[in-house]
């Protein structure tokens, strides 16, 4: 697994001392990168071009990957495809005001991992489903009804819904 603090720390303090209209690229591929407890990425893959501009460095992403999640239904585990792009404008520190977030450190570096993870995290569906059809799971007994069939009854809806239903009926 790669480790995050040095892979996605990078040098980008030369491009503030060029002149606008200069960039400059980064390609990453990993196998596998570790951001945070709650995210990992599996073949991660993208880029970053970073261009000079009259108020600083703009730095434009794109990333692919898979991570493992829950499906929402049955509770087995899903392959996740994420895709990011995003643009993200670090301004140099002489020209950042009080409003201004992203500021070009004097050391130069930026450390990236945050960013994606931030970004990556944001891709991520609420609810992810293994199947479209996915059955999930019995409310009864618990069982995978993808995997296997049950004789448990389902007690009809709350007495007091009935009326929602007739409603449903009736526009059909």
Do not use: W
Request: glycine share 6%; hydrophobic share 35%.
């Amino acid at each position: 697994m790669a480790n995050p603090t040095n892979i996605l720390l990078l040098e980008v303090g030369f491009i503030a001392h060029e002149e606008v209209g200069y960039s400059r690229t980064f390609d990453f591929e990993f196998p596998q990168l570790v951001l945070g407890d709650d995210l990992v990425l599996d073949h991660l893959s993208g880029e970053i071009e970073f261009s000079r501009t009259s108020e600083g460095v703009l730095a434009q992403a794109e990333f692919n990957a898979t991570t493992k999640v829950t499906c929402g239904r049955c509770l087995g585990k899903v392959s996740q495809p994420l895709e990011s792009h995003f643009s993200d404008l670090f301004t140099l520190p002489y020209r950042a005001d009080k409003d201004t977030e992203l500021i070009l450190p004097h050391n130069g570096k930026i450390d990236f991992a945050p960013i994606l993870r931030e970004y990556m995290l944001l891709e991520m569906p609420i609810n992810s489903l293994c199947r479209p059809d996915c059955q999930g799971l019995c409310p009864a007994c618990g069982v995978n009804r993808n995997q296997e069939s049950c004789d448990c009854v389902i007690e009809a809806a709350d007495p007091r819904l009935s009326m929602l239903k007739s409603l449903l009926e009736d526009g059909e």
